[in-house]
């Protein structure tokens, strides 16, 4: 815990950036930091770095860009269309370069918390990093009927320092995509554009981006589908299966992938989870050290279809939009004018 009202974050001895932990509006110690650590990162434009901070008139003017809280459920819109004027929003934040983090971010908080977190970020209309934008793409994708989401971690080294980058994979049919931001494009939007019918081929693409800036990616994270509930309790299941790219052949890692792939398809993102099997018992490790499936996550809880008929079954339900709620005591129907699991 902090005491400084910032944290920073390492990779050796070089600092990345820094973490405010005194909310916001930002503190003056943190703001402070900001400027200094901007100045520490550039000395050869101090002056200038300066000038800008001195300034206290004549600031350029700043669109505020209302989010697109309803996209998901808008019929007007094509799948494409809404996951572009997601994307769209989310550069419109644009990145943030100043070194200074300014949401206190924790990805074991359920998604419950992680879609209060989402809010807040949009309501402040701040800078953000590639985590945030991450959240903001669940949040505003919940609701997409037949839309799968899922996070995709890449865990990088350049120049001896090691760098960590997170997008939202998004699967619709047999078509993959991905919703993000990231200094350079093409680590960060995939449109859903039938270009990647494989998962394996939109991991290449990444793959081909990281060595193309002389990155050498050490680990991939896939996670499991993330279900459409704003208020789950449940956390997400970051890694499913883990990827080292640079201890494995191309077909070895594209058969974990693919196996991944069949796993999702007995998973129900729509209907609240109703059993407990544990991952492991539907994930096998590969034994080696090129790929494994992770270590059950104990919080989360997974909903697989037990046969064909439970499938039509929950498929009339979602249909019909009748929502089953049970807790302790009891259990009762209702009908809402949307799924429970897209309901916000």
């Not at 505020?64 to 929003?89: C, F, G, H, M």
């Not at 644009?94 to 983090?101: D, I, K, L, R, V």
């Not at 609701?143 to 890449?154: H, K, Q, Y």
Request: hydrophobic content about 35%; overall charge positive; proline content about 4%.
């Amino acid at each position: 815990m902090t005491t400084c009202g910032y944290e920073a974050m390492r990779s050796g001895d070089a600092i990345l950036f820094y973490i405010n932990r005194d909310g916001l509006p930002l503190s003056d110690r943190c703001t402070e930091r900001m400027w200094t650590f901007c100045m520490e990162q550039y000395p050869k434009n101090a002056l200038e770095i300066k000038t800008i901070r001195d300034r206290i008139s004549d600031y350029p003017q700043i669109a505020y860009v209302e989010p697109p809280y309803n996209v998901a459920t808008n019929p007007r819109l094509s799948l494409q269309e809404k996951l572009q004027q997601i994307q769209t929003y989310i550069q419109h934040l644009e990145y943030n370069y100043t070194g200074m983090q300014f949401f206190d971010l924790n990805a074991n908080r359920p998604i419950s918390g992680l879609m209060d977190t989402a809010r807040h970020i949009m309501t402040e209309s701040l800078p953000i990093k590639c985590f945030e934008a991450f959240l903001i793409a669940i949040y505003l994708t919940t609701g997409i009927v037949g839309l799968e989401r899922f996070n995709i971690s890449f865990k990088t080294r350049f120049n001896s320092i090691v760098y960590r980058h997170i997008v939202l994979g998004v699967k619709y049919g047999q078509m993959y995509g991905a919703l993000g931001l990231s200094r350079r494009t093409d680590l960060a939007y995939k449109p859903l554009n039938g270009k990647y019918e494989r998962l394996s081929k939109l991991i290449d693409d990444y793959l081909q981006a990281y060595k193309n800036y002389g990155h050498t990616v050490l680990r991939i994270k896939i996670g499991l589908p993330i279900i459409h509930d704003l208020r789950s309790y449940l956390t997400i299941n970051w890694k499913a299966i883990i990827i080292q790219p640079n201890k494995t052949d191309k077909i070895d890692y594209e058969r974990e992938l693919d196996k991944i792939v069949r796993i999702w398809r007995q998973m129900n993102i729509y209907m609240p989870y109703r059993s407990n099997l544990s991952l492991s018992s539907m994930v096998q490790s590969t034994n080696t050290l090129v790929t494994r499936a992770s270590s059950p996550n104990r919080l989360q809880s997974l909903s697989f279809r037990s046969n064909r008929e439970g499938s039509l079954t929950c498929r009339r339900s979602a249909i019909k939009k009748t929502i089953t709620t049970t807790d302790d005591n009891h259990t009762t129907d209702r009908d809402q004018s949307l799924p429970c699991a897209i309901r916000v």
